[in-house]
């Protein structure tokens, strides 16, 4: 990022955040807690939902697509919190926009290089994110002494976007899929996809309390503060009131959306709007 | 249609037909079965699925884009292989294209109409199918003295597109969502998904003999076939050897499209191609 651009950015200028669609509100909901002064606005690509089964190429077209239209809003900062879109697309978007951007993934990645004892750690997430391998990247770029386990769960998140969030289904699902990472004897689990800690307790209660449970939402959230601080653009006022510190954007469904939204955020959404992602 | 457009289209011009994804591949089945002379172009969404959970505006926006690619390749006919699609924009598109168009919907309904003998029929469905009330629409066009149960089961897609279509999580979800059709007593069951025929064995376990199981695939290509008869546009040879009568196009994923087909489609598809398919 040139310094010329960063002069331009401003405190009080809102913090973009994508996702596919609702998942990405878990970061969201982490932003407000930690950072509460902060204005977001936020974009889910209910069109084009869910990215976890797609390809590199398809995800990286729809997140520029995504970054343009974000900038139409003069964001201070974006952060993809989306696990897939991040693996995929991060890299790229950090060569291509002069704003400071950041993913889920590095977050998550980091904390659990930390705070594994027996240097095996387990991921979950979509058939992308896994396939993707990036979290084994991160990892061991950070720390080579550790041994990385990927397990793809692609029916989490339509269990998730189905409610049940506690029921039997979900737990013998979610034995299934968690049978061999047990067997592994990993100490340290990365909830790898932002549906995934909605369903954060059946997952606990499978693994047991020797294994630490990471949540890229809330590392990310910190890592976005610590980023703004270093940059001098964490917003130091609080937003007046009646003025729209969150604001939400769908491809498709803004009505469904916010329904869904409101069950994750307990602040209320007042409002989602749709608009044609294809033009940006 | 105008005189001057059928005259221009040929015998041997291959069915267009399309999908969001692979569900529409169950029709194709069909129609490979009932008139096997005939060449088709699949078209599926993969970077977009699934319109299930999609409204109305852009699941008719997407389908516009498939029938202009669709076109481009001289197609004489087109199939809206997926219930969502024909419900949002079958009538639409009869009216902006000059070639024959069908859905899904209305086959299946026809059939529905005249076999329940307790005029009682369920609909399985896609959110967006069961939302449009289509099958209703349709049914009671034809006879008034039905009434008509539509449940929305959006599980299902997920379960049989991870290979679950016979399991005890698949029986558990199915015996779920079927519960209040069965205490209706209904005695006529539509399968209004394209994904649904693949478990068609544990839906009719679940509901036991006494209930017809409708499958628009069957019906659609047999409608097709008629269609065809009816407007001189079958093919009466069979294509020579080598020449490529089935044909596959994907947004997406092509090597994984054409695993998940070969498991549907037995005859063996032997390539798929990627587009873009937001240029058309």
């Known amino acids: 990022m040139s310094q010329e651009i960063m002069g331009m950015l401003t405190k009080d200028a809102p913090i973009g955040v994508f996702d596919s ?71 790229d978007l950090e060569k291509e926009i002069d704003i400071p951007v950041i993913g889920v993934v590095k977050p998550g990645a980091k904390v659990a290089s930390e705070v594994t004892r027996n240097g095996k750690i387990g991921v979950i997430a979509t058939e992308a994110t896994i396939g993707s391998k990036i979290y084994s990247k991160y990892i061991t770029e950070i720390n080579k002494d550790v041994t990385i386990f990927g397990k793809a769960c692609p029916l989490f998140v339509p269990l998730v976007e189905e409610g049940l969030w506690q029921d039997p289904v979900t737990d013998e699902i979610a034995r299934r899929y968690l049978a061999e990472l047990i067997d592994i004897d990993i ?37 976005l503060k610590e980023l703004l601080k270093e940059k001098g653009l964490l917003n130091e006022k609080q937003p007046a009131l009646g003025e729209n510190q969150y604001r939400f954007f769908v491809s498709d469904g803004a009505e469904k959306f916010k329904r869904f939204a409101n069950s994750i955020i307990k602040y209320g959404i007042l409002s989602a709007k749709t608009i044609n992602i294809e033009e940006y």
Not at 80 to 86: D, E, P, Y
Not at 192 to 217: F, Q
């Open 21 to 91: 669609g609702v998942g990405g509100l878990t970061v969201v909901r982490e932003i407000m807690r930690q950072i509460p002064n902060e204005k977001i606005i936020y974009f889910g690509d209910t069109a084009r939902v869910p990215y976890g089964s797609k390809s590199k190429d398809t995800v990286t077209r729809f997140s520029r697509q995504i970054v343009r239209f974000l900038q139409t809003h003069n964001v201070k900062t974006i952060v993809i919190a989306c696990n897939t879109a991040s693996a995929y697309a991060l890299e």
């Open 187 to 223: 100490d340290t689990l990365i909830l790898g996809c932002t549906h995934y800690p909605l369903i954060r307790s059946t997952v606990a209660k499978i693994m047991g309390e020797d294994v630490t449970l990471v949540n890229p939402a809330y590392e990310t959230a910190r890592e």
